[in-house]
């Protein structure tokens, strides 16, 4: 058994006692990574104001390392690969996103709503029981 903090596969919270999972496999951007976590982020400090900053607590569960690569246009085939234009993470089903802490349920879920609407997949609310 792990205990909190050591989930081995990432479908379980394992920080915090409110997050987000991912409903569906595929990509995010590391720019819709950030954007959720700043939506988030912008929620606690307009609904807690201070108290944020004292308790809470919010774990990035993705990390975007694969680089994603471009050849600029009426450019001839050959001469190697293309420069990176951003980074991407790979996200498998039930992988939870972003983990809260120190926060209220009802913060806490309408900061996990503001951050589904950023990246391209469904998200769901969880709760660490």
């Known amino acids: 058994r792990c205990s909190r903090g050591c989930?081995?596969?990432?479908?379980k919270l394992g920080f915090g006692r409110?997050?987000?999972?991912?409903?569906?496999?595929?990509?995010?951007?590391?720019r819709?990574?950030?954007?959720?976590?700043?939506?988030i982020i912008g929620h606690f400090h307009r609904a807690m104001s201070g108290q944020f900053r004292k308790n809470g607590k919010i774990w990035v569960r993705v990390f975007a390392d694969i680089p994603i690569t471009g050849k600029p246009t009426e450019v001839r085939m050959g001469r190697g690969k293309g420069n990176p234009t951003g980074w991407i993470a790979?996200?498998?089903?039930?992988q939870v996103l972003f983990e809260m802490d120190g926060?209220?349920?009802a913060n806490a879920r309408q900061?996990?709503?503001l951050a589904a609407h950023k990246p391209c997949s469904s998200t769901k609310f969880v709760k660490w029981s």
Do not use: H
Not at 7 to 11: A, H, I, L, Y
Not at 21 to 30: F, I, K, N, T, V
Not at 33 to 39: D, K, S, T
């Open 7 to 11: 989930e081995p596969d990432g479908t």
């Open 18 to 30: 409110y997050g987000t999972q991912s409903c569906r496999a595929g990509r995010l951007s590391y």
């Open 32 to 39: 819709a990574i950030e954007a959720a976590r700043r939506a």
């Open 90 to 94: 790979r996200v498998s089903t039930g």
């Open 103 to 105: 926060v209220n349920f």
């Open 111 to 113: 900061a996990a709503t």
